[in-house]
Nanobody
Framework: QVQLVESGGGLVQPGGSLRLSCAAS????????MRWYRQALGKERELVAS????????NYSDSVKGRFTISRDNAKNTVYLEMNSLKPEDTAVYYC????????????WGKGTLVTVSS
């Protein structure tokens, strides 16, 4: 059974930091591209960051570039999103996504974790 379980969300003041984690199971994590998406209230889900299965390449949306860092630990089947210099507009539910390289067209999703940036 595939599971993606996000954690680490919460309330933080503007300028603060949070680290999200996503623990994966039920599929071959080390052979999957991992991504973080977010969805703010009333808005469409947007891609925030992605990392290749070997972590040799990462990509970020322009809105978070320079502030967020995606990383992974294949030994722990976990992907992370380090978020710094948080802004109120970063408030959203953050979702973990897995795209197995060996299973074209399949995407797995977590249930999300809420990040609220507010004073």
């Amino acid at each position: 059974q595939v599971q993606l379980v996000e954690s680490g969300g919460g309330l933080v003041q503007p300028g603060g930091s949070l680290r999200l984690s996503c623990a994966a199971s039920g599929f071959t994590f080390s052979r999957s591209t991992m991504r973080w998406y977010r969805q703010a209230l009333g808005k469409e889900r947007e891609l925030v960051a992605s990392i290749t299965n070997t972590a040799d390449s990462t990509n970020y949306s322009d809105s978070v570039k320079g502030r967020f860092t995606i990383s992974r630990d294949n030994a722990k089947n976990t992907v992370y999103l380090e978020m710094n210099s948080l802004k109120p507009e970063d408030t959203a539910v953050y979702y973990c996504n897995a795209a197995p390289l060996y299973y074209a067209g399949i995407n797995y999703w977590g249930k999300g974790t809420l990040v609220t940036v507010s004073s």
